[in-house]
């Protein structure tokens, strides 16, 4: 097979992250509203690219107070950085069906290099005939790079919320060509 597009579909897919919440538990958020087109030869996919956008207003945690203070200056600062994106650099295999994604991440307003742990998951046809390709990655960051740095300290020491952010990704891709 050769190099085809695929759309990501975000009714089959999610963009999840989560947080140390006072050292004790793991808070998981969402974005609803995101978009990404892959390239790629599902028997060659070292030469993989995709290119990615989220709406940062999206962002939910399943908690509206938090949400707003997620949007606010203090993190997001979702009217003036209204996007989060992605453009991939490189894609590298690790072992069979497990690779290593390699691009730029931007987060209000600051690019950074980034690496998607990524498990190719294969392809396959839906019920009306069209190909899709499944996607899961994995990828850690540390907040404070990007510029959402806000935070308190504990009575009992530690910060609120932790500087290590998990993303993972559950990506389902409709072939376009």
Known sequence: MSTVNWAVDPDHSSIEFSVTHLMINRIKGFFGDFQANI???PD????????????????TTRQPQRDEHLKSVDFFDVAKYPSI???STGCSLVSEQ????????????V?????????????NKDP????RAGFHSIAYID?????????SPLESGGL???NEVKIELNIEALRID
Do not use: W
């Open 44 to 59: 060659n996919l070292t030469s993989t690219v995709v290119q990615a956008s989220i709406d940062s207003n999206s962002i």
């Open 111 to 123: 690019t950074k290099p980034i690496i998607f742990q990524t498990t190719f998951r294969g392809v």
């Open 128 to 131: 009306r005939g069209r190909n």
């Open 160 to 162: 609120i919320v932790g």
């Open 85 to 87: 994106t992605f453009q």
């Open 143 to 151: 907040r404070n790079e990007f510029g959402l740095a806000f935070n």
């Open 39 to 41: 390239s790629f030869d």
């Open 98 to 109: 497990q690779y290593e994604m390699t691009g730029n991440l931007t987060v209000h307003g």
